[in-house]
């Protein structure tokens, strides 16, 4: 028997920050056990209204990353209706996830991925632990009280961002061994 996955680390990338009026335009999503080791990951494009791109994706965030909001406005024509990825977002989780305990969501401020959740796709909310590990949670001690920085490349690709939020945390468990 394959063991269950303990993590789902999720990164999400939004039109904006607004869980409201924003919607999530991709997301990526790594299930490791507690050694942070890969069991299998996820990614799928949502396709979001146009008009809502061009309405949402501005200001000076979408200006400094302009090639980044270009390649996600150009793949939402390959991208699924929301609900849909939920759907695949959710067998996704059934295949690595032991059914009968909640999912513990990780990832770099992952509280502001999870009201996207919360918002968008509430089964997949419903199976999530209150409980989250926000790797931002220890960056703040460690450059606040240790004068302990991890550079993250910022990719600002749902998948990518995983990884880095990853090998962050790696880096913090090994300064505290």
Same mark, same amino acid.
């Given at each position: 028997m394959r063991e269950h996955a303990k993590l789902?680390?999720?990164? =999400?990338?939004?039109?904006g920050l607004d869980p409201i009026q924003d919607r999530? =335009?991709?997301?990526? @999503?790594?299930?490791?056990?507690?050694e942070f080791q890969e069991i299998a990951s996820f990614t799928a494009v949502c396709k979001v209204d146009p008009e809502l791109l061009e309405e949402r994706m501005v200001g000076?965030?979408? /200006?400094?990353?302009?090639?980044?909001?270009?390649?996600l406005k150009l793949q939402n024509d390959t991208g699924k209706i929301t609900d849909?990825? /939920?759907?695949? *977002? =959710?067998?996704?989780i059934d295949?690595?996830?032991?059914?009968?305990?909640? !999912?513990?969501? @990780?990832?770099?401020s992952i509280?502001?991925?999870?009201? *996207?959740?919360?918002? /968008?796709?509430?089964? =997949? @909310?419903?199976?999530?632990h209150y409980r989250m590990l926000d790797v931002s949670a220890w960056k703040l001690v460690f450059e606040g009280k240790l004068n302990k920085k991890f550079t993250k490349p910022e990719a600002h690709r749902a998948l990518?961002?995983?990884?880095?939020s990853i090998e /962050?945390?790696?880096?913090? !468990?090994?300064?505290?061994?």
């Amino acid at each position: 028997m394959r063991e269950h996955a303990k993590l789902l680390w999720v990164d =999400l990338e939004m039109t904006g920050l607004d869980p409201i009026q924003d919607r999530i =335009l991709e997301v990526g @999503a790594i299930a490791t056990d507690w050694e942070f080791q890969e069991i299998a990951s996820f990614t799928a494009v949502c396709k979001v209204d146009p008009e809502l791109l061009e309405e949402r994706m501005v200001g000076p965030f979408w /200006e400094k990353f302009s090639d980044v909001c270009d390649q996600l406005k150009l793949q939402n024509d390959t991208g699924k209706i929301t609900d849909d990825v /939920e759907i695949d *977002f =959710l067998r996704f989780i059934d295949q690595h996830f032991d059914k009968s305990n909640p !999912i513990l969501l @990780a990832g770099n401020s992952i509280h502001q991925d999870r009201k *996207f959740i919360d918002h /968008e796709w509430p089964t =997949l @909310a419903g199976k999530l632990h209150y409980r989250m590990l926000d790797v931002s949670a220890w960056k703040l001690v460690f450059e606040g009280k240790l004068n302990k920085k991890f550079t993250k490349p910022e990719a600002h690709r749902a998948l990518e961002d995983i990884q880095g939020s990853i090998e /962050e945390l790696k880096y913090y !468990i090994k300064k505290m061994a």
